[in-house]
């Protein structure tokens, strides 16, 4: 199963960005879908998650600020991101599991895309 991100750019401290993240292969079921980011220097960190037909699940620090989505006819999560600050520069990941069409558990990770936010 792959996961294709985009969305990602430069943009002001203030302004907003969408990522998308699209997950294709031999899919049986999608069951979790989040975001993930890594800053230079850090380790990668959480920033929001959400179970097929769940409650959306988010690091506290970005509460109020991102909103997490998913299509799932789509197979794809979404990650509103606003109101962005110089600290929320880093590469951020799209992570998802499920089930494969040979009911094989999988555990997916995008190639990742670079936000930076400028102040």
């Known amino acids: 199963v792959q996961l294709v991100e985009s969305g990602g750019g430069v943009v002001q401290a203030g302004g907003s960005l969408r990522l998308s993240c699209a997950a294709s292969?031999?899919?049986?079921?999608?069951?979790?879908m989040g975001w993930y980011r890594q800053a230079p220097g850090k380790q990668r960190e959480l920033v929001a998650t959400m179970a097929r037909g769940g409650s959306p699940n988010y690091a506290d620090s970005l509460k109020g600020r991102f909103t997490i989505s998913r299509d799932n006819a789509k197979n794809t999560v979404y990650l509103q991101m606003n109101s962005l600050k110089p600290e929320d520069t880093a590469v951020y990941y799209c992570n998802a599991g499920g089930r494969d069409t040979a009911r094989t558990i999988f555990d997916s990770w995008g190639q990742g895309t670079q936000v930076t936010v400028s102040s």
């Open positions: 292969g031999s899919i049986f079921r999608v069951d979790g």
